[in-house]
């Protein structure tokens, strides 16, 4: 399995960014995928995930009402919307993805396959 991200770059407060992974290799549709984040000194930290086959999405509270995040099946892609970006965003975000879905999908540890991160900066 691999998972291909794009999409990060330097925003201002305010902004918006969208991010890509694109996932190869998988076996199967029971699956989950989505997006932790690390910013300087500071532990991975769950983001957003969807399960691929269904479409439940999950959020961190920090984010909830300014991310979407959602996939194209015929793309093997999984996008992230990201709206109304603050400096506290600023991190590398990282796709990542699991099989098959856990309860504990907001756990770094729970996730086998990872993408390179890509950086989101947001600063005026």
């Known amino acids: 399995v691999q998972l291909q991200a794009s999409g990060g770059g330097a925003v201002q407060p305010g902004g918006s960014l969208r991010l890509s992974c694109v996932v190869s290799?998988?076996?199967?549709?029971?699956?989950?995928i989505g997006w932790f984040r690390q910013a300087p000194e500071k532990e991975r930290e769950f983001v957003s995930v969807?399960?691929?086959?269904?479409?439940?999405?999950y959020y961190a509270d920090s984010v909830k009402g300014r991310f979407t995040i959602s996939k194209d099946s015929t793309k093997n892609t999984v996008f992230l919307q990201m709206n109304s970006l603050k400096p506290e965003d600023t991190a590398v975000y990282y796709c990542t993805a699991r099989w098959p879905h856990t309860v504990r999908y907001y756990v770094a540890n729970e996730y086998r396959h990872w993408g390179q991160g890509t950086l989101v900066t947001v600063s005026s």
């Open positions: 969807i399960k691929w086959s269904g479409g439940t999405r």
């Open positions: 290799g998988r076996t199967s549709n029971d699956f989950t």
